[in-house]
């Protein structure tokens, strides 16, 4: 509704200082809003620097409590753990995902020992990091097998529950694992640990940098597209909400994060869920190498996050979760 006009109306007015803008200004990011992603690795005393992401590492399991203490220190609520996992150990059906003492599994339990419900864990269900093919699921034939993936899914989901993880993230886009996860869950009384489905996961570019982290990237066979979505959807990514609704989903994740915003605002439009965005890692590469590089403003982080929240996003996972902390701070 414009309700004047030029010259009688100027909207620059409510922009000609900065209190005013604060006052004005509709969106805002705080610590409460951000995730931290924890990279794994094995050992003792390793902190190793990952090319594709300059300034994050993995960490081994004892190193962690200093992980979490900083992100507590920053008032992150909570944190993503993805494992890089030994090659060795890696085999066509994932094998080490069921492993009670794989390093998610050991970091679980460290922080949830250390520091009980003072930060909220969120693991991966998926098996990308634990295949010799970096598929998320069972490969046969060249195709990935739902159903059967599923099955596996089920126990690692009841496994990293029993560990102490709070929410579960399945991020392998296969079809009706919210439910059986869910139904799984409610059999062993695990009713408090929430779903947070990666229900709009897109067979995205920009997940390079992820796949060197956790060591998929050159394994990988082929590509995602049989199970991530069509880059060109977006009424498919409403149908995958609604049907992850009903299955039992708390909260929807869309990903990759900002060349999606419109997924996001949709889905909240439509949906009233909360929703998260996944700031992935070949965005955060870009920003940051362009950040280091002095082509961009280093401003330019705080403006991809809070255009999420813009869009209507509850939450963001991101990699700048403690560089941007300590500014809002
Ligand atoms: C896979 C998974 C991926 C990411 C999180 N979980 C990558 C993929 O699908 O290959 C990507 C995150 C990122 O790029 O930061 N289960």
Redesign the pocket.
Known sequence: MITGKYPSLRLRRNRKFDWTRRLIRENDLSTNDLIL?IFLTEGKHKKIAIQSMPGVFRYSVDLIPKVIDKALSNKIPMVAF?PYTNPQKKNTIGTEALNDNNLVCQALKIVKKKYSNEIGLMT?V?L??YTSHGH?GLLKNNKILNDETIEILIKQSLLQAEMGCDVLAP??MMDGRIKKIRKALDQKKFFDVQLLS?AV?YASN??????EAVG?KKI?KGD?KTY?MDISNSNEALREVSLDIKEGADIVMV??GLPYLDIISKIKDKFKIPVFA?Q???E?SLIKNGINKNIINPNAIYESLISFKRAGASAIVT?FANEIAKQLD
């Open positions: 992603p993805f991966d998926a990308d990091p998320d991020s392998d990666y996961k920009f997940y390079g940098p992820f796949r998929s990988l995602k991530q990903k990759p996944y992935v890692s070949g955060y990699y």
